[in-house]
């Protein structure tokens, strides 16, 4: 089974600032990632698919990078509403997700 | 709209089962894959089980395989999840998820989830 293994854990960051969290994978998923936003109470929105792509109406300032084994999420220009809990997925073997990333701010 | 609306949760005794459902609209469902990932409280998503267009393939992990079955009705544009022999470590909000045209893609739209609480 593919592990993924994301940092950090949590985030704190102020507004205006550019946050990048990263995913490593135990083997190469060849771009087969995502990256999901959760806010508190509410379901996992879609932000980023195959490492780089951004989902429908998702801001610019989200983005997305990475191949082999490594990925990350960089957020450019944080806005209070970013707050929210990050999680990555890996599909190319099945699913799995990363542990989550808390970002709170400063 | 994609909607995605999952039903049936509630408490549970360890050991028991419990079907969950999930109602689609504002897609053609039988185009998509669909999948059930699962949240524990406070806790990060685990996927719990996708299956085919047409629900003649199902897939999912060690640690549901055997008690979960998941199923799908193209006509009734609904997914299920039928749970037995739950265990406390099966208490999470689960989420039905929209997949894609593959067994191994993202999760476009998510429902609002649905609590199952494993506890005597």
């Known amino acids: 089974d593919i592990q993924m293994t994301q940092s950090p854990a949590s985030l704190s960051a102020s507004l205006g600032e550019t946050v990048t969290i990263e995913c490593r994978a135990s083997e190469d998923i060849y771009n087969g990632l995502a990256w999901y936003q959760q806010k508190p109470g509410k379901s996992p929105q879609l932000l980023i698919y195959?490492?780089?792509s951004l989902h429908t109406g998702v801001p610019s300032r989200f983005s997305g990078s990475g191949s082999g084994t490594q990925y990350s999420l960089k957020i450019n220009s944080l806005q209070s509403e970013d707050v929210a809990s990050y999680f990555c997925?890996?599909?190319?073997?099945?699913?799995?997700f990363g542990a989550g990333t808390k970002l709170e701010l400063k | 709209e994609v909607q995605l609306v999952e039903s049936g949760g509630g408490l549970v005794q360890p050991g028991r089962s419990l079907k969950l459902s999930c109602a689609a609209s504002?897609?053609?469902?039988?185009?998509?894959?669909m999948a059930w990932v699962r949240q524990a409280p406070k806790k990060g998503l685990e996927w719990v089980a996708t299956?085919?267009?047409?629900?003649?393939?199902?897939y999912y992990p060690d640690s549901v395989k055997g008690r979960f079955t998941i199923s799908r009705d193209n006509a009734k544009s609904s997914l299920y999840l039928q749970m037995n022999s739950l265990k406390s470590e099966d208490t999470a909000t689960y989420y039905c998820?929209?997949?894609?045209?593959?067994?191994?893609?993202?999760?476009?739209?998510w429902g609002q989830g649905t609590l199952v609480t494993v506890s005597s």
């Open positions: 998820a929209r997949g894609g045209a593959a067994p191994q893609i993202w999760f476009a739209y």
């Open positions: 299956i085919s267009t047409s629900g003649s393939r199902t």
């Open positions: 997925q890996q599909y190319y073997d099945y699913n799995t």
């Open positions: 504002g897609f053609t469902f039988s185009n998509y894959y």
């Open positions: 195959n490492a780089n």
